[in-house]
């Protein structure tokens, strides 16, 4: 005997989904993305070292998400995979966030309506332009819908708090630490409003901008010695240095590291005498 065949309505069906998706971004900590008076920064608490939830797309794009690191680590490879294909096919400046953006709503929309489970994810594509009005910032949602935001955006479980306190509390033309300050006021915050804020370390954030006065490559992550005398008030540093740190390998970090001293870096000593080194090899100062 065969049974009655089950019927969901397509209504009721889509809301299904949105509801199960909107649960999974909730459980995720925010991020936010700011404008400042050099480019965009990104903000996250995010303890981890190794999984990010902001990223370099290219030169002048990055990418920040919440939810369920698998599913937006795949867009973010896509959107990578996406970029260099386009800048190397036709030019570099034809790669646009906007373009990006278009790409991502596609690739979203087609597994929430098609696929048995969406992506329980919230992302943000931005790119800094040559002056703050050009700057542009997309909100995707888990269903491939599309914002252009203007000058800040949060997601995540107390996305919508944090948002109105930005709304209150930023403006154009803010520092990198004054803007840093304000997103993470806001993202230690209870989101029931009923308990003490919280005190976040730079050892739980995940920082970086994109700085418009950088040649080409503009996205530099921001943590260390640098972050914390950012968002401190005692500390007079109110921006990101214009020189990388000295260290090999970590030219998209900055940490605050002092340059290297050329007698202290061992390829740069050199003899001078006859076997004769300014320092005896025991004694050599070596990195670390």
Not at 32 to 38: A, E, F, I, R
Not at 111 to 134: L, W
Not at 248 to 259: A, C, E, F, N
Request: hydrophobic fraction near 35%.
């Amino acid at each position: 005997m065969s049974s009655m065949p089950f019927y969901v309505s397509p209504e009721q069906l889509m809301k299904d989904r949105a509801d199960y998706a909107r649960k999974g971004i909730a459980r995720g900590r925010s991020v936010v993305v700011l404008g400042y008076d050099k480019g965009i920064a990104f903000v996250a608490e995010n303890p981890s070292r190794a999984l990010h939830k902001v990223s370099e797309i290219y030169d002048r794009i990055a990418f920040a998400a919440v939810g369920k690191y698998n599913e937006f680590e795949n867009l973010r490879v896509a959107g990578v995979r996406y970029a260099d294909l386009r800048g190397y096919s036709y030019d570099r400046t034809d790669v646009t966030a906007r373009g990006l953006a278009n790409a991502y709503a596609q690739t979203l929309g087609t597994v929430f309506t098609q696929e048995s489970k969406p992506y329980e994810v919230e992302i943000v594509v931005a790119e800094v332009g040559a002056a703050a009005e050009d700057d542009q910032i997309y909100r995707l949602t888990y269903d491939g819908s599309v914002a252009d935001e203007q000058g800040f955006v949060a997601m995540g479980g107390a996305g919508e708090q944090i948002e109105t306190g930005l709304r209150n509390r930023w403006s154009p033309g803010l520092t990198l630490a004054d803007a840093l300050t304000v997103a993470v006021e806001l993202l230690a915050q209870d989101p029931s409003g009923s308990g003490a804020p919280r005190t976040l370390t730079a050892a739980q954030l995940e920082v970086a901008v994109l700085d418009r006065e950088r040649p080409r490559r503009t996205f530099r992550r921001i943590g260390g010695a640098l972050l914390e005398a950012l968002l401190s008030t005692e500390d007079p540093t109110h921006d990101a240095p214009e020189e990388d740190d000295p260290t090999p390998g970590r030219h998209d970090t900055l940490t605050g590291g002092s340059p290297r001293d050329e007698s202290s870096n061992p390829q740069t000593q050199r003899s001078q005498g006859d076997g004769d080194r300014s320092q005896g090899d025991g004694d050599a100062d070596v990195d670390g």
